[in-house]
């Protein structure tokens, strides 16, 4: 059974930073990939970043240059630093895995989610 369990969400400040982890259980991170997406009050869900089984990472055209994702294998951890924080990041962050060692920016191309972890931006 997979479980996955983000943490770190909370209030931070434009400008600022915050960093939300994801610790999975039931699915390697050495050979599956792992993700983030996000969703605003009253906005869909979307794509934030992924990193595949090898390390290589991709972003969502608003996040890139400001959020890093990483994993670390021994760990079965994943992680997402969010730097230059703006009011429009304010949003419940969801860690998603799959069965598949690539990861993708469609939603309904993963399996596993995590419950989310909330992500306030205040100016």
């Known amino acids: 059974q997979v479980q996955l369990v983000e943490s770190g969400g909370g209030l931070a400040q434009v400008g600022g930073s915050l960093r939300v982890s994801c610790a999975a259980s039931g699915v390697s991170l050495s050979n599956s990939a792992i993700g983030w997406f996000r969703q605003a009050p009253g906005k869909e869900r979307e794509f934030v970043a992924h990193?595949?089984?090898?390390?290589?990472?991709g972003y969502g055209d608003s996040v890139k240059g400001r959020y890093t994702i990483s994993k670390d294998n021994a760990e079965n951890t994943a992680s997402l630093q969010m730097d230059r924080l703006k009011p429009e990041d304010t949003a419940v962050y969801y860690c998603a895995a799959r069965d598949h060692p690539y990861g993708s920016r469609s939603i309904a191309d993963w399996q596993y989610w995590g419950k989310g972890t909330l992500v306030t931006v205040s100016s």
């Open positions: 990193v595949h089984w090898s390390g290589t990472t």
